[in-house]
């Protein structure tokens, strides 16, 4: 008896572990916008020299966390990690590729589905069970995000939309995968998919080297909000089933607008607050009724 209560009770800390981690990770994320209004740059050049700096960051963790293994550990990766680089690649870059084609709103409803991709990746994949009380959380999450853009998505962004939604499926493939292989180092991975969205921006970029203060935000914005945000993510998602990780990672959809406000004034509408509120309200409820269903059980 004791030996099944300790084991519950490791299990209900790792949940709270990997729920706390995701938090925070949603907050870091949550400062992207913020980072973009600090720099006078065009999009491609904030992408390719945050990328340049989230996997240079990444691949210092890697180093000074192995030593002498850093190569064993990269190689270690095998034929999981290598599918993952290109899928993270996909999932840093695409936000780009798909605001060229579309609204930010539209871009944002799309992105609103992740805990509905990651859960169903995850169900199809492993058979990862779905319950009732995560569908009504991330049904009211969704209303909450259409409320915030104000129905802004445009059914002509054909092209758009499927950008987005490849970033989306990406994430949310990359997430499962982190929680399917528990082994899978996720560091070198983001690092090797952070360079190869460098590469692949950098033609696009304006060239030539930032002033000091934007290379310094650059530096910051990659370092905290990519490399970070994506090591928190992913290790808090280990622990945590993958829909209910993605449905906390929406908070970072509230608080984006949040520090923009207090940073630069740029006041929040009736129905960014009112859709904030709703996915607050979500994600605390599913959290608040996990919580109790651990410890009863």
């Known amino acids: 008896m004791s030996k099944s209560v300790g084991i519950r009770a490791a299990a209900a800390a790792a949940h709270t572990r990997g729920v706390v981690l995701v938090i925070l990770a949603a907050t870091l994320w949550s400062t992207a916008g913020f980072f973009v209004r600090l720099l006078d740059l065009d999009a491609w050049t904030i992408l390719a020299w945050r990328s340049v700096f989230t996997a240079l960051s990444l691949a210092s963790f890697v180093v000074f966390l192995n030593g002498r293994q850093t190569m064993t550990k990269v190689r270690a990766i095998g034929w999981p990690g290598l599918a993952a680089v290109p899928i993270a690649a996909v999932a840093m870059g695409c ?24 859960a169903g990746v995850a169900y199809v994949w492993f058979g990862e069970r779905l319950s009732g009380r995560f569908l009504l959380a991330s049904a009211v999450a969704l209303v909450g995000i259409l409320t915030v853009v104000g129905f802004a998505a445009r059914l002509q962004d054909v092209a758009g939309s499927a950008v987005a939604f490849l970033m989306t499926l990406a994430f949310g493939v990359q997430l499962v995968m982190a929680r399917r292989f528990p082994r899978l180092e ?83 509408g009736r129905a960014a607050l009112a859709g904030g509120a709703l996915v607050l309200a979500a994600v605390i409820w599913y959290l608040t009724v996990a919580q109790r269903s651990q410890t009863d059980s």
């Open 186 to 268: 996720m560091a070198p991975v983001n690092a090797f998919g952070a360079a190869l969205c460098a590469i692949v921006c950098w033609p696009y970029s304006a060239g030539g080297i930032p002033g000091l203060r934007e290379l310094a935000i650059l530096a910051l914005f990659g370092i905290t909000n990519g490399a970070l945000g994506y090591l928190l993510f992913l290790t808090g998602g280990r622990h945590i089933p993958s829909g209910e990780a993605g449905l906390i990672g929406l908070i970072d959809v509230v608080l984006g607008p949040l520090w923009v406000w207090l940073g630069f004034g740029e006041q929040p």
């Open 95 to 118: 936000f780009v590729f798909a605001l060229k084609l579309t609204t930010v709103a539209n871009v944002m409803v799309v992105y609103a589905t992740v805990p509905f991709v990651a």
